[in-house]
């Protein structure tokens, strides 16, 4: 997380930085869409092939700004430099600001200090189509909780494979655990069905490997499918598309998240199929730079 020290122009003001994301082919908020494309659209920005920055904050009335980026490299190493508890001065310099966005995409827990509370700007008269950015909805379930799951499928995976016993269920079984209210529950707030309680061959399991099987052939949208790293020499793949999502290592099984079955989270057994599926996956997807 930034230092409110930072600070980067946002329209007239000064912006106090609070956090930054990433928004490329390899590394976007998936809450905001299912491919890098969707993502940027949601933003009102094209889809560069080098991607933006997203600088988050407020001004000193307090208000939500989202600034834009096109060094992508100077976010990347604020991002890094604080995950390692660093202290970094995130300042872009105005030739690579791409924008000011009012609003903020995602929802942020904290503020700065000294200002008041955030608040989207007042709208500028002469901006009639520059509503303020808000977060998805994700008080019920839909695309933007159910990537938020898979979301946290991918970085909890230990605590979520420890629940799968691969002797109770066969390739493309479906069942076991649910995530809460949010999206992105972990493994020791999971419940639901065992994966041996469901029959094989669910429905919704098979279109998804169908669908993930034509990305091979007919490559989708940038950012559909994302490979990143994982232990040993195993890969971490997420694959998404219309209704669902899907969390898998190379070396191992898959889990599903789909649309109309709010909650769910189905497990893929290796079986025949699925290892060299994922293998075809990672060698198309998006890596990051």
């Known amino acids: 997380m930034a230092g409110t020290d930072d600070a980067v122009a946002a329209g007239d003001d000064a912006l106090y930085v609070l956090t930054a994301i990433l928004l490329t082919p390899a590394k976007f908020p998936s809450v905001l869409g299912d491919d890098y494309p969707e993502a940027c659209a949601a933003l009102g920005l094209a889809p560069l092939a080098d991607g933006y920055g997203l600088v988050l904050g407020q001004d000193g009335e307090g208000a939500r700004w989202t600034v834009v980026v096109d060094d992508v490299s100077l976010v990347a190493v604020a991002i890094a430099s604080w995950d390692c508890g660093m202290e ?141 790293f994982a232990s040993g020499d195993a890969r971490t793949l997420r694959a998404d598309g219309p209704g669902w999502s899907m969390v898998a290592r190379t070396d191992d099984i898959a889990f599903i998240l789909l649309d109309d079955e709010p909650g769910e989270v189905l497990p893929v057994g290796r079986g025949a199929e699925l290892p060299s599926l994922l293998e075809a996956l990672d060698k198309m997807a998006v890596r990051p730079v």
């Not at 933007?144 to 691969?166: K, N, P, S, T, V």
């Not at 109770?168 to 992105?184: K, L, M, R, V």
């Open 88 to 228: 970094y001065e995130l300042s872009p310099d105005e030739d690579s600001m791409v924008a000011a966005l009012p609003g903020w995409p995602l929802a942020l827990a904290v503020a700065a200090p000294g200002v008041p509370a955030p608040h989207d700007p007042e709208p500028d008269p002469e901006d009639g189509d520059n509503a303020p950015l808000t977060p998805p909805d994700t008080e019920t379930w839909g695309p933007a909780q159910r990537r938020l799951g898979a979301d946290e499928i991918a970085l909890q995976w230990a605590a979520w494979r420890d629940q799968i016993d691969d002797d109770q269920f066969a390739d493309t079984t479906g069942g076991g655990a649910t995530p809460d209210g949010g999206g992105a529950a972990a493994a020791d707030e999971a419940s639901g069905e065992g994966p041996e309680d469901v029959a094989s061959g669910h429905e919704g399991v098979q279109r998804v490997l169908e669908q993930a099987r034509g990305y091979v052939d007919t490559p989708p949208p940038l950012g559909r499918v994302r490979s990143a």
